[in-house]
């Protein structure tokens, strides 16, 4: 019995608690909601190809960066498939070569840092607090 708790989700245990609150980037018009905010505090945009193995792996080792400190950062999520023509203006806008999976941090509307793939694992988010 023991073990099929572990298997099925022991309800004693937590199981994929996540402090991200991933806030679509579904409209050209949000990129002029991040600049405002981003005069404010660090903006996060998180470009995404969900049909990419690389992509998925860094996003779910992306997830566990944050805590309960760090749930605070806005970060928006962007699914390249979905909406790639938001993605181009993202580059555009901000004057950022496309990459996917991408970390794009927005501070007083210039990006100050991005990396892409693995590097994005790499992420001090407390930084941007």
Known sequence: MGVF?????NKNKIVNETFINWIPLNNIEDLDVIYELSKKE???IFKHSTRCGISRMVI?????LFSEETKKIKIYYLDLLE????SNEVGNYFKVVHESPQLIIVRNGTVIEHSSHYD???TNLSRFL
């Open 5 to 9: 708790d572990n298997l099925f989700n």
């Open 42 to 44: 660090s903006i996060l």
């Open 60 to 64: 779910k080792e992306f997830e566990k």
């Open 83 to 86: 909406h790639r023509n938001i």
């Open 120 to 122: 994005i694992t790499q």
